[in-house]
């Protein structure tokens, strides 16, 4: 068990955010796929997911081994919607962050040597992480991501509201039962490891997750003991998810945006919910450089993307925009 220790002070900075990040969350998702079992709630999303996925995210798979520490993602990425800026952050962590988040990991007899170049700061095989993150973000997160992100975000809202009404501590007195505990001024975590945890004025963070094993974790940023620690809240259940949340797992858009925007733009405005260059559409959606270019320039010139100049390629992203009209064609309730 973990025990986290409250001051008045930290009652009073504790707030509530909407996500640990798309790379942390793209992370738990390959723990969930290596994991023989799994909760109901995500049977059609492992059905949905291609099964050679493993062929592409080695590196990724490398940080999480059979027993022992894993690799806490969230600290060396931020907890930042855009996979490329996580990328960005990665390539970019210090070698100390990189060094403390890796030392203490039992890695396997075949990744050591490689581990031990990504411990030391080699490049090459950060970029290994990154391509690692970037496939299994694209197969097993970006199609689902704008309706995980409206559910995270209506989780957010809950917690907001139940702070609103009762204060702080009815929210950790009805966080996640019977998981997590309040018996004041101490919030009891269920966890394999057992430690005690003083807030010292930080206060916490307290952020939904979606790909989740159904367990709470603490995330600390170890080279910035001032940063406050963010609870990590399974957002869903064990029980089987009663909405859309997993269709449409090839990508395409729903029949009625489909309607709306034409079947290929509305597949261009979908693919670019995980961020997407001209040329990966093409190749993606079986078009022409120049077919996806004339979309993209429509969907941005609608608001609904945005598209932003990455050395000589471009990287197309969903707007906020672009992201209600996925919801409201494709509503997650």
Known sequence: MKRIHFTPEDLARTRVSTTIGVAAETFDSLKLLKARTSSPAFRAWRSAVPGWLSEQTGPLSALMPARGSLVDLASLTGDTTSIDEAVDNLLTAP????????EGIDFGREHRSWAQRLISGEHEARLDVAAAL???HRLAVAPYWSRVSSRLSRARASYADTMADGGVEQLLTTLC??????RS???QVAHTHDADIHLQGRGLVIAPTMFSKCEVELLQAPLDPDRPPVLAVPAVSGAPLDTTLWECADGS?????????????????????GGCGTTELAVRLNISPATASHHTTVLRNSRLITTRREGQAVRHTITSLGLAVLEQRHPVD
Request: positive net charge; charged residues 25%; aromatic residues 2%.
């Open 185 to 187: 001024p101490v919030l």
């Open 253 to 273: 858009a729903p029949r009625s945006l489909d309607d709306l925007l034409g079947r290929t733009r509305a597949a261009v405005l979908r693919a670019s919910v």
């Open 134 to 136: 970037r496939a299994c």
């Open 177 to 182: 039962p019977p998981a997590i505990r309040w």
């Open 95 to 102: 070698r100390a962050l990189m060094r403390l988040e890796l």
